[in-house]
């Protein structure tokens, strides 16, 4: 949702606004929109994506279409996952080791928070890659253990799960993806059911992930929505706002958000506001003269490594190893064979489909009476 020019206008209103023609798009009209730009694009990039947008329709849904390498990111859907459920695995453990529930309230929604990692700078940003059936990410550490899958690729529908049997916490979630082309912008859409379970207290937060926009002519993304958190057994619940940023104003990222007994939403017991990326100050709604206190800082906020299982006898079905070619043309900046291998790669899962040979979900079943994809051999509720 950029607009040309010094509009105020929000995500949602852009939405609704007269939209141009390709052709006004234009390198100057590009300039105009630079403030706060964080990834300028290349004459090359602009040249693609303009001749991709020529053939669709505003509003289109574009969840299955190709798009060129130049504007894709090297990274794949479940890697993107994967990264936001393990950097920070402290946290989710943390989680299990507070003594009450608004306490509990408070830890999960910071991790959640958490889970929203700033783009790696060092690779082309774009599209994350559309990973193929029963394509996997996996993770290990210490005692927590990730495995992500593809469960379907047309439509695509991603599978995660994050467990630590030690401390009895089990974070799981599947979306469907859908792409919607909404001219200046990509809105992705992610459709499912995710809740994370404490064994000792038998307590489940449900909640999801918000909308993503992917800013075409400035490739990069932003979250423009609500999420609402919810643990029936406390009655407790939080609101997270991810706030758009102005056009011609202010920076992306913000949020703010409140702690509540869900029958007494007017009445929070905290709120919280900054930027997920940076900063998030919290304050006890209770004091009229508590002072914010910092709550989830960035900079100090320790990040953890994970072991990665490449060597093992399904290695060749993860992301890092499928993707492999792509990755190194990308690192390489060779556009060329970035999109060769990427075809490579599309046109085998294709071929795969055509002869009924592409391979079932390994991690997750179809639960037809829940309604739900569900882990294999790991309990979660539903």
Not at 147 to 172: C, I, W, Y
Not at 291 to 319: C, I, Y
Not at 346 to 374: C, D, I, Y
């Amino acid at each position: 949702s950029i607009c040309i020019g010094r509009s105020t206008m929000s995500a949602e209103e852009e939405e609704t606004a007269p939209v141009q023609s390709v052709e006004d798009v234009t390198e100057e009209n590009m300039k105009q929109e630079e403030g706060a730009v964080q990834n300028e694009m290349s004459q090359t990039q602009v040249s693609a994506l303009v001749g991709w947008m020529k053939g669709i329709r505003p509003g289109a849904d574009v969840t299955t279409t190709a798009m060129p390498a130049t504007l894709v990111s090297p990274m794949t859907q479940l890697e993107l996952i994967r990264k936001g459920c393990l950097t920070h695995t402290d946290l989710l453990c943390d989680v299990a080791k507070q003594k009450d529930p608004v306490s509990r309230m408070l830890a999960f929604t910071r991790y959640y928070i958490s889970n929203f990692q700033p783009p790696d700078k060092s690779i082309q940003q774009g599209k994350p890659l559309n990973p193929v059936q029963s394509e996997t990410s996996r993770g290990k550490v210490g005692e927590t253990i990730f495995v992500a899958e593809q469960v379907s690729h047309h439509p695509p529908v991603s599978a995660a799960v994050t467990r630590n049997k030690e401390l009895g916490v089990t974070s799981f979630s599947w979306y469907e993806t859908k792409v919607t082309f909404a001219f200046t912008h990509l809105r992705i859409l992610f459709n499912g059911k995710a809740s994370m379970r404490l064994d000792e207290h038998d307590e489940e937060y449900r909640f999801r992930a918000p909308t993503l926009c992917i800013r075409l002519f400035r490739l990069f993304g932003e979250f423009t929505d609500s999420v609402h958190i919810h643990c029936q057994k406390s009655g407790l619940s939080a609101e997270v706002n991810f706030l758009a940023k102005p056009i011609g104003s202010g920076r992306v990222n913000a949020i703010s958000g409140s702690i509540y007994y869900t029958d007494k939403k007017k009445e929070p017991l905290y709120t919280f506001n900054g930027h997920w990326d940076q900063m998030v100050w919290l304050k006890d709604a209770k004091d009229k003269d508590a002072e914010p206190k910092e709550w989830l800082n960035r900079e100090t906020l320790a990040k953890t490594t994970w072991e990665e299982f490449l060597e093992d006898s399904q290695a060749h079905h993860e992301s890092a190893l499928v993707w492999a070619n792509v990755k190194t043309a990308a690192k390489a900046k060779d556009m060329q064979a970035m999109q060769a291998a990427k075809t490579q790669v599309e046109e085998m899962q294709r071929k795969l489909r055509a002869l009924g040979a592409v391979p079932a979900p390994r991690h997750f079943t179809w639960n037809a009476e829940k309604e739900s994809w569900l882990p294999t051999g790991i309990p979660v509720t539903d």
